[in-house]
């Protein structure tokens, strides 16, 4: 199942917040902060408070899933 349509069921909306998102890859959100800080969180956010596209969300997700098989 492409993980934007599993995103898409859950979220019910195109843009995550930071929490959502930190919530979908399993990170903490003080992580999350550490890293975009360092340049390498994996997914693009931006505004404020801090948003991401599910696509890149998704993308992420598919990206993942597939290295692990």
């Known amino acids: 199942m492409n993980a934007e349509f599993m995103l898409m069921a859950i979220y019910n909306k195109p843009v995550l917040n930071l929490e959502e998102v930190c919530q979908v890859v399993g990170v903490g959100t003080n992580t999350a902060y550490v890293q975009r800080s360092n340049g390498t ?24 899933r597939e290295t692990a098989v």
Do not use: T
């Open 41 to 64: 969180f994996p997914i693009p956010m931006s505004g404020k408070p801090l948003r991401a596209d599910i696509r890149d969300v998704a993308k992420y997700l598919d990206k993942v």
